[in-house]
């Protein structure tokens, strides 16, 4: 437990398939943000019942509705029979469950068909444990994301707006639309906001919000100066992710991922083109190097 949280809040911080779920549990509607990856769903079950204290799970509530933070939704469905949240934006995709829109195929990330019973509206309040909170925008790693701001309190559950160290992939950019400009005016609103502690999406909550929104208005500089490091950051991340879930994946498997998924999308090929063999073999390398895996007859081993 974080001794800086507010008591009516816990953060279940998980690891990098999955985001964090934050628990309001003491609540007339008990309730949950986020609820990590498919393939965690079991461990997702487990966690909540603990938090949850045996109170069934009434509502959840999604920031947005990338594989690592819906992939959960429809499991704690069937489970708790729970209204579903989901931020403006992407309702007609979920009624169709197209995963193309819903950026499931574009990544080769599974998330299992769910439903909603409402929408998120910006600048609506919802109420979380017993308290008011402000629905904001966040486009730049997302078009649709949302954070959720407690102005009494000054806690900003922040989804992959604001890391400690950073900020998610800029992925409206990958399919080659704006995302950096609305990057850097979430920043802005996140820096007028002023928050007293953040809760992002991944990684623990903390109270360095100066620093590290000077980290990540450095970063978004950084990023909109040359397109190519995006695209570089996330394709290392979408074949990390990957691995971290399969484990083992031989040479020809991350060729397959990159060339019939990763490279659908046209920000991508604009900058680097579609000649997959040596974007693999560079993938590969850059993954080694940075220790997230190592090379055993040729085939990526997660660490």
């Known amino acids: 437990m974080h001794a800086f949280l507010p008591a009516h ?10 985001s964090n779920n934050i ?7 008990p309730t949950v ?14 966690l909540l019942d603990e938090a949850l204290s045996g109170r069934p799970l009434a509502r959840i509530i999604n920031t947005h509705l990338h594989s690592d933070h819906a992939g959960g939704n429809a499991r704690l469905q069937r489970r708790h029979g729970c209204r579903v949240v989901i931020p403006p ?20 990330q599974a998330c299992e068909r769910f439903t909603y019973d409402e929408v998120l509206r910006i600048g609506a309040r919802i109420e979380l444990g017993g308290q008011e909170w402000d629905v904001l925008p966040a486009g730049g790693h997302d078009a649709d994301m949302v954070m959720l701001w407690n102005p009494r309190e000054g806690v900003l559950i922040s989804a992959d707006a604001l890391w400690r160290n950073g900020f998610g992939v800029i992925f409206p950019e990958l399919a080659g639309e704006s995302g950096f400009a609305e990057q850097q005016a979430t920043l802005d609103l996140i820096s007028q906001l002023a928050p007293r502690l953040v809760i992002p999406g991944h990684g623990a909550p903390f109270t360095e919000v100066d620093d590290a929104l000077s980290i990540a208005h450095a970063r978004i500089r950084w990023l909109a100066e040359d397109p190519k490091r995006n695209v570089d950051n996330a394709l290392k991340g979408l074949v990390a992710f990957k691995l971290l879930d399969r484990r083992r994946m031989p040479r020809e498997e991350v060729q397959d991922l990159i060339e019939r998924h990763l490279l659908t999308q046209r920000g991508i090929r604009a900058v680097i083109g579609d000649d997959t063999e040596p974007l693999t073999d560079w993938v590969i390398n850059q993954l080694v190097r940075v220790g997230a895996a190592r090379l055993e007859d040729d085939a990526l081993v997660a660490r």
Do not use: K, N
């Open 9 to 18: 809040i816990q953060v279940l911080e998980r690891g990098w398939l999955s």
């Open 23 to 29: 628990v309001f549990a003491q609540a007339d509607v």
């Open 33 to 46: 943000v986020d609820t990590g990856y498919v393939s965690h769903g079991e461990a997702t079950e487990r």
């Open 89 to 108: 934006g992407l309702r007609d995709a979920v009624d169709a469950w197209d995963e193309e829109r819903l950026s499931y195929t574009p990544t080769d």
